[in-house]
Structures are given as structure tokens and as C-alpha cells.
């Protein structure tokens, strides 16, 4: 999944031991040559740097030393790509190494498949989907790193600044099928399709600074401006029927809406830690703003066909949203002797939330639905924990005590309603870890979790601007609570490169909070509303086996079994009352093998998953479900001097779904050659993709009393050219 783990953790990269600019450049598009040497090392928290008493928060790093012949040097690299059809993409990616003065430019436009969310100082976030999306982002970063005066073991001194832009057009197609349980006889079926397209444009600027004050005494300072504007247009139609066959008609809907928001979200943070002799005193103090204005139309028609009723609804809404809060920590880490370090904090947060939504239906104002809503929320949260280390054995027990007082004012129709609520929760955690020379780990941890409902689902409302999906609060909702448990174990064998890892996790929810729908036989519609359920559990076991067969030949493989048992209400029909659960059970096999081969020019890829699902379910009406699916590519790469020859054919097989277009085998045939030139700096790649063009997009979700099966639009068999081009520094003869 590109990320870089060590042990399970997340490893951090670095260069020339500060931190860098941009991780995903470093390790993309630095040349080989200019790599010195590679450091991996556990690095400490600067708290246990100056106290000596470990406090749980070390990191892995990977620390690549630059050759100093290619410092203060831009590395670059463009690329441009074309396809058989309309899409494209263009990119721009600039990155000055330097342990003072870093400069990081990104710039891409493109038609394609993937999406970039963000490109800032020293994160890039990137989503690769099946349908197109226009986008135009560039970034420009820049980041000051200075030697405090005085003792040469601090930390860096550093301020950075990103600002950028980010335009994304995207388009969703997709149909669904949607099957509701039913008490003892056939669910009722719907058939969904819906075809939207969205519209987003965000400009963020972002700072921060660290800086040390004295040898004692460090500020940071982190500040954000982003000002954001989406509209997006929705065209759906929908049909429910009833019957074993889904013959009996009952409604059908379509709707045309449009949706504009501009947005402007201000943050600001101050840090201030004092470091003592045996521990530290620690003060922050968070703003965060945020403004917007919604509004949007909507004109659907509604045929009801048990008494062939038709009803055309025009609707229209403005609602503007402010929100403020801020945020007071104070905290002391106190070492106790030379093995046990201690915290405690305290935290108070103001938040205050505003939204006036004023609707119209066919021209006249819809009082029932037009909502004011004002959150007044006091939070205070102690939190004490700490981190005992005990030869190879550590041990960190916490507890946070959180005190909430939240006071809603909501009104809508005739209600008018001042609600308030007080609560005191408390969440205990334990985690055990055990070390035995770096190759063998043990960690266990234990918590227990709260999650209270919003106020606004306890309040007794009824919305019923869609009138074929009616919601409504309910005041008798409770807090959710869960107790999890995880065991994990890794071992490193250095003989073939041997991993093995061991997991097991458990959950047990209480009074989990569920749907329950109420559904009108004469109209189709439903009545839904949140109510306390029955609660589950959930277990899980993975284990993982990789290894080296031979310096050419890898092996990794994995085994999970996860279950769940979860409860859900069976659809109230018409006017009963009576609350029938329910049971599912549900079990999911899964088996992934990978296999890699490299000898000479060749190298060979295989990767093979399996998964089972199997549900079953108390009410004799729901029949027991198995899904099953298999998927198997074979990558080969043959090189020949300047030329890669890669074939990848893959295969798909689906059984079990309700739809049948879902069931089924596809056979995909991926192929791409590259040519490199330019002393290799310069690639030029033909990529083809589902030749074959078999490639269906779909997925499923199942739960306690529904089952939705959902397939969408994407791209399927298209063929893709590349002009890759590296801009790469060279040193000084004298340095190289």
C-alpha cells in the first residue's frame, strides 16, 4: 500500500538526520547516486532526550544521508500522460535538497483516475478511484531550519510555509439495489440509480514554527487559512417493489437537486513547553473558526401506485453555519526515579455552533422544516497515564476523566425546545509491551470506550423533507460503550529473512445505536429513527508468515478470520408496534499470497487472495448467504537493457450476490512496455489496461435487517502514454 512499516509501526524518513521536506519526494525522486549511506535507528522523544526517562513515544526512522556534493540542488521531475480517450494528466514536482533552506513546488493537471487531496509540508495524500476526476493543485512550500545557540543536542530551530490550490470536478454514476428485511416474509426491494457530479475549490496556507528558547524552554506556533466553494448537481430515480419476484410495484421517485456551499476555516495553535530536570511543563492554547453558507434547490416527482397518487415537490433552502471553539491544555510529565514517567493534563474547550436553515416548499415557506439550531458545549478532560519501563517490559496504564455539558436550543415547527445534558464518562486503558533484543515483541492493550449519541438524535423531531424516508430523534437514546482487547506478537529470524506476526482482537459493544425503520405498506416509504440495540461482539486472528526461499525468490503470506454478531430491529410494517431482532452472524475468511521472483532480466510477481463470507441470520426468512472471491494476477517483467516488457493477466471470480450481473469471472490482460534514454533520466511508457475489456465495478455492505449491492460507472479498457523526464543535480567532480 506504499507505506513503509517497521515492526507493524509506521517509520519516519528523514535526511541528513532533520526533518524533511517532503517524504514522498525524497523516496520517489532521489537519484541513487546522490545517497550516501541509509541510518535506520529508534529515535527517542525529545522529552526522554533531556530527562533520560523513556516515555512510550519513540519513533523509527530511516535517516538517508545526502553526499554533501548534491546539497542546496534542485531535483525535478516532470510527466505527462495521454490516453485512448478523453482523460489526461500533467505534473510538476520540484523539491531543493538542503538542510537549511528546503523548497518543495508541485504542480498537476489531469483528467484521470487519481486524486490528490493534499500536498503540503511533508504529507501528500493521494486516492486512486474508478472514475475520472478533473483537477488542477499546485503547492508551493518553503521551510527555514536554523542551529539553536548553545547546547548542540537540541532539536533544530524551524519555521515552514505551504500555500496552494486545489480544483477538482468528478462525476459518480452508480446504481444500487437495496434489500430491507422484512419480519417472516420477502424483503421489500429498491433499485436506485444515481448520477452526480461535483465541483470543489479549496486554497489553504499553512505555517509553523518550532523554536527552542533558551535551553529550557521551547514555542511552537501552527496557523491555517482555508478558504473552500463545492456545488454539485444530483439526478436519481428510484423504484420499490414488493413479492418474492419483486413484481408488485409500490413507489418510484425522481429527484434533480443542486447544492452550493462557500466556506473560509480559520485555526491557530500556540504550544509552550518548560523542560525541568526530571520532566516537563507543558502549555497550549487551540482557536478554531469556521464559517459557510449553504443553500440549494431540489424538484423531484413522487407516484405512488397502490392508490396511483402522483405528487411534484419543489423545494429550496438557505442555511449559513459558524462555529468557534477553543481549547486550554496544561500538562506536567513528572519522572519518578529513573524508569517511570508520569502525566497528567487538563483540558477546557468552548465550542460554539450556529445553523439557521430556512426552507421553501413550492414557493411557500415549510415551517415543519425549516430548522434553528444553537450548540453551547463546555468539555473538561483530566487525563493521567504512565510509562513504566521495567528491564524488557513496559507498561502504560491511563485514564481519562471527561465531564461534558452541552446545551442545545432547537427549534422546528411547533417545537421549540431548550435541551441540556451532563455527563461524566470515564476511559481506562492498559498496554503491555515486551521487547527481547529487537526480534521478538509482545503487546497487549485494554480499553474501555464511551460514544454518546449527538443531541440532536435525542430531541423529538420529524423531518420529512424526502417523504419517502421520514426521520425522526429520540429522546430515550443512550451512550454506546465498548471493551476492546488486542494481543499482538512479531518475531524476526535473521537466517532467509524470516517475519512472523500473530494478532487477536476482541470487541464487545453495549447498547450500540441502530436503525429502526417503520414502512408503510401503501406508500413505500419508511419512518427511520435511532434506538439502543442488543449488543455484539467481534473477533479477529490474523497471522502473517514472509521469508526469503533464496536471494531471487519471496515469499508473504497472511490468514485472517474475523467474526461479528450484531443485532438489528426488524422493519416495523404499517402500524405494529412489537420489536422483533434480528441475529446475524457473520464470518469472513481471508487468505492473501504473494510470491516474488527476480533472477537476471526476469522478474515475477504473483498474488493470490481468497475470501469467504458467510451470514446467517435468526429470522427463517433471511436465508443463510455465502459470497465468495477469488483473485489472481501473475506480473512478469522482462529487461532488456533500456526496455521493460511487463504482461499482467488477472483473474476475478465472484459467487453468491443478489445481483446477477455481480456473479460471474473476469479476465483482465495489463501490459506495458518502457522505454528509458537520456543517460535514463527520460521514460517513455505504453500502458495498456483491461484489454480484454471485462472489468465490473460493484461492492456490497450487509447488515442485521438490510443488504445494498451498489455497481458504478468507471473507466474500463483504455490504453495510456507517458513521457516521464528527470531533472536530477549532479555534484562537483571534486565531491562526487
Not at 334 to 358: C, F, L
Not at 630 to 648: C, G, H, S, V
Not at 720 to 735: E, G, I, N, V, Y
Request: aromatic share 10%; net charge neutral.
Amino acid at each position: 500500500e506504499g507505506k513503509l512499516l517497521w515492526n507493524g509501526e509506521p517509520v519516519k524518513i528523514m535526511m541528513n538526520g532533520k526533518e524533511a521536506l517532503s517524504q514522498d519526494m525524497l523516496l520517489n525522486y532521489l537519484p541513487s547516486e546522490a545517497v550516501d549511506r541509509i541510518k535506520a535507528y529508534e529515535r527517542t522523544s525529545e522529552l526522554q532526550d533531556r530527562t533520560g526517562v523513556a516515555d512510550g513515544n519513540q519513533e523509527q526512522v530511516l535517516d538517508v544521508v545526502v553526499k554533501p556534493g548534491f546539497m542546496d540542488k534542485f531535483l525535478a521531475e516532470v510527466e505527462a500522460k495521454a490516453y485512448s480517450g478523453d482523460e489526461y494528466a500533467a505534473k510538476l514536482n520540484v523539491m531543493k535538497l538542503s538542510d537549511s533552506d528546503p523548497i518543495m513546488i508541485y504542480g498537476r493537471a489531469a483528467d484521470d483516475l487519481e486524486s490528490v487531496s493534499q500536498m503540503t509540508m511533508g504529507a501528500k495524500g493521494v486516492v486512486v478511484g474508478l472514475t475520472p476526476t478533473r483537477q488542477q493543485i499546485g503547492a508551493l512550500a518553503y521551510q527555514h531550519l536554523w542551529s539553536p545557540s548553545g547546547d548542540r543536542a537540541l532539536r533544530d530551530n524551524r519555521w515552514n510555509i505551504a500555500v496552494g490550490a486545489n480544483h477538482r470536478d468528478t462525476r459518480d454514476d452508480r446504481w444500487t439495489n437495496r434489500l430491507v428485511f422484512l419480519p417472516e416474509t420477502t424483503p421489500t426491494q429498491s433499485v436506485t440509480s444515481n448520477h452526480a457530479y461535483n465541483h470543489s475549490l479549496k486554497v489553504p496556507v499553512d505555517f509553523t514554527l518550532h523554536y527552542n528558547i533558551g535551553t529550557k524552554n521551547t514555542l511552537g506556533v501552527w496557523a491555517s487559512v482555508d478558504f473552500g466553494r463545492e456545488m454539485s448537481n444530483n439526478r436519481s430515480s428510484q423504484e420499490t417493489t414488493e413479492g418474492e419476484d419483486g413484481l408488485i410495484k409500490v413507489n418510484a421517485s425522481e429527484n434533480l437537486s443542486s447544492d452550493k456551499t462557500e466556506s473560509v476555516n480559520v485555526s491557530g495553535s500556540a504550544a509552550f513547553k518548560h523542560y525541568l530536570k526530571d520532566g516537563a511543563l507543558s502549555a497550549k492554547f487551540d482557536v478554531i473558526y469556521s464559517h459557510a453558507d449553504n443553500e440549494g434547490t431540489s424538484q423531484a416527482e413522487y407516484r405512488y401506485f397502490q392508490n396511483g397518487e402522483s405528487i411534484m415537490d419543489v423545494q429550496r433552502y438557505s442555511a449559513p453555519n459558524h462555529s468557534l471553539t477553543a481549547i486550554w491544555t496544561v500538562g506536567l510529565n513528572k519522572a519518578i526515579g529513573k524508569n517511570v514517567m508520569t502525566t497528567v493534563s487538563w483540558e477546557t474547550s468552548y465550542e460554539n455552533r450556529y445553523r439557521d436553515e430556512e426552507r421553501w416548499r413550492n414557493e411557500v415557506t415549510d415551517k415543519e422544516n425549516s430548522t434553528y439550531r444553537k450548540d453551547h458545549n463546555w468539555t473538561n478532560v483530566m487525563t493521567m497515564n504512565a510509562n513504566c519501563k521495567m528491564g524488557k517490559f513496559t507498561l502504560n496504564p491511563s485514564l481519562e476523566l471527561k465531564h461534558l455539558h452541552e446545551q442545545t436550543v432547537y427549534r422546528r415547527a411547533a417545537l421549540d425546545t431548550l435541551a441540556r445534558r451532563n455527563m461524566l464518562l470515564a476511559t481506562p486503558s492498559l498496554e503491555m509491551k515486551y521487547s527481547y533484543k529487537g526480534r521478538h515483541g509482545l503487546s497487549a492493550t485494554l480499553s474501555y470506550r464511551n460514544m454518546p449519541a449527538d443531541m440532536i438524535d435525542c430531541i423529538g423531531y420529524t423531518d420529512n423533507t424526502n417523504p419517502l424516508y421520514i426521520r425522526m430523534g429520540n429522546p430515550d437514546l443512550k451512550t454506546s460503550h465498548s471493551l476492546n482487547a488486542s494481543l499482538r506478537y512479531h518475531m524476526m529470524i535473521p537466517v532467509h529473512s524470516q517475519m512472523f506476526s500473530a494478532s487477536m482482537d476482541y470487541q464487545k459493544i453495549y447498547d450500540p445505536i441502530g436503525t429502526v425503520m417503520h414502512y408503510n405498506s401503501q406508500t413505500g416509504g419508511y419512518r427511520v429513527q435511532s434506538r439502543n440495540v442488543r449488543g455484539g461482539n467481534r473477533w479477529s486472528v490474523k497471522l502473517s508468515y514472509d521469508r526469503d526461499f533464496t536471494d531471487d525468490l519471496q515469499f508473504n503470506n497472511s490468514l485472517e478470520e474475523v467474526y461479528h454478531r450484531s443485532f438489528g430491529i426488524m422493519t416495523l410494517v404499517d402500524d405494529v408496534t412489537g420489536v422483533t431482532y434480528n441475529r446475524q452472524d457473520r464470518a469472513v475468511l481471508k487468505y492473501d499470497m504473494m510470491l516474488k521472483y527476480e533472477h537476471g532480466s526476469w522478474y515475477v510477481h504473483t498474488r493470490n487472495r481468497f475470501v469467504w463470507k458467510h451470514y446467517n441470520y435468526s429470522d427463517e426468512a433471511q436465508l443463510a448467504r455465502n459470497l465468495y472471491n477469488y483473485d489472481t494476477e501473475l506480473r512478469t517483467t522482462y529487461k532488456l537493457q533500456r526496455w521493460n516488457f511487463i504482461l499482467a493477466p488477472r483473474y476475478i471470480i465472484e459467487r453468491g450476490y443478489v445481483a446477477h450481473r455481480m456473479n460471474g469471472g473476469q479476465f483482465f490482460l495489463n501490459a506495458q512496455v518502457n522505454y528509458t534514454f537520456m543517460q535514463n533520466r527520460a521514460t517513455l511508457e505504453l500502458n495498456g489496461y483491461d484489454l480484454l475489456d471485462q472489468r465490473r465495478f460493484y461492492e456490497e455492505s450487509v447488515t442485521a435487517t438490510s443488504r445494498t449491492e451498489d455497481w458504478y460507472k468507471g473507466i474500463g479498457r483504455y490504453v495510456s502514454l507517458t513521457f516521464r523526464l528527470k531533472l536530477d543535480p549532479k555534484a562537483k567532480k571534486s565531491q562526487q
